[in-house]
């Protein structure tokens, strides 16, 4: 079945960088766009950018310019998100999410989420 | 503050009708589509509605999505128990995508 799993919990010092990993099965995995979104604890959710695992081009929210990269692996049909210069305000629930293709332009299938906890 | 303005809560007794609204601008709301996203307490986001008014195959015709101009509405009618979540509207804005608040609905 088509799925998304993503790698285990983090923590992180202040300062330091996370790189969360997401792994597609079931499906073509250069045939749909990921997404990354994060869910800080008791809040809504925020969008971080875009990958076209194809082509591996990227777009990134400007909140996050500079201090996020995602890129892909094709081989292994991964999807990686890594964000440095870490924060208190970075500890949050990432996501990632598949943009489903045609006319589903929403994202139909998600990640069980990544915990990043950015404590000293 | 988020760019699209949900009601933080909304509630309902079993088989009640409730509609949580979602607000935006010409750049999001007004020139795409919206979705719609369900998360159960500790749980991922699920795909509710998509492009307004499309249901994804498995999500209950009791849920159905609408748009009218920079507006957007989910109606969720027979309120049953399982339906007590949070629900996020979603549309793209230029080359981003933006996010409501969220509305946690409360079933009663």
Not at chain 2, 12 to 15: I, N, S, V
Not at chain 2, 41 to 47: F, H, N, S, V, W
């Given at each position: 079945q088509v799925q998304l799993v993503q790698s285990g919990a983090e923590?992180?010092?202040?300062?330091?960088?996370v790189?969360?990993?997401?792994?597609?099965s079931g499906y073509t995995f250069t045939s749909y766009y990921m997404h990354w979104v994060r869910q800080a604890p008791g809040q809504g959710l925020e969008w971080m950018g875009i990958i076209n695992p194809s082509g591996g081009s990227t777009s990134y929210a400007q909140k996050f310019q500079g201090r996020v990269t995602m890129t892909r692996d094709t081989s292994t049909s991964t999807v990686y998100m890594e964000l440095s210069s870490l924060r208190s305000?970075?500890?949050?629930?990432?996501?990632?999410?598949?943009?489903g293709g045609g006319l589903v332009d929403a994202f139909d299938i998600w990640g069980q989420g990544t915990m990043v906890t950015v404590s000293s | 503050q988020s760019v699209l303005t949900q009601p933080p809560s909304a509630s309902?007794?079993?088989?009640q009708r409730v509609?949580?609204?979602c607000s935006g601008s010409s750049s999001n709301i007004g020139s795409n589509t919206v979705?719609?996203?369900?998360?159960?307490?500790?749980?991922?986001?699920?795909?509710l509605i998509y492009s307004n008014n499309q249901r994804p195959s498995g999500v209950p015709d009791r849920f159905s999505g609408s748009k009218s101009?920079?507006?957007a509405s989910l109606a969720i009618s027979g309120l049953q128990s399982e339906d007590e979540a949070d629900y996020y509207c979603a549309a793209w804005d230029d080359s981003h995508v933006v996010f409501g608040g969220g509305t946690k609905l409360t079933v009663l």
């Open positions: 923590v992180k010092k202040p300062g330091a960088s790189k969360v990993s997401c792994k597609a305000e970075d500890t949050a629930v990432y996501y990632c999410a598949r943009e | 309902g007794t079993p088989g509609t949580i609204s979705n719609w996203y369900q998360q159960l307490p500790g749980t991922a986001p699920k795909l101009g920079t507006s």
